[in-house]
């Protein structure tokens, strides 16, 4: 009689049938709350807490900052037809400008 393929691979693991049923079981279980996942990202609550405070302290300086700077920049005027002649009317030709 032939073996599946199945049993041909578990024939050299005794014990890996019970191994892959534990795994099955682990990943079939239910989801983990909300909650619990939270708890476990921050778990190492050190590195996260210490990472938390600098983005905090970085975003409240650029927030200071810029609410010093919002008003201080004055509009940029638009040049005028009659503004570019006057600009333009004392421009010469470069002695060495072959194109005109």
Request: charged fraction near 20%; charge should be positive.
């Amino acid at each position: 009689m032939k073996k599946k393929l199945r049993e041909w691979m578990l024939e050299g693991n005794g014990d890996a049938l019970t191994r892959l049923d534990a795994l099955r079981a682990r990943v079939l279980s239910p989801r983990p709350s909300a909650a619990e996942v939270l708890r476990a990202v921050f778990r190492p609550a050190g590195a996260w807490v210490a990472l938390a405070l600098a983005w905090l302290a970085l975003a409240i300086t650029a927030h200071v900052v810029n609410r010093g700077t919002s008003g201080a920049h004055a509009p940029v005027p638009s040049l005028t037809d009659a503004d570019l002649t006057l600009l333009l009317s004392n421009e010469s030709p470069a002695p060495l400008d072959h194109h005109s």
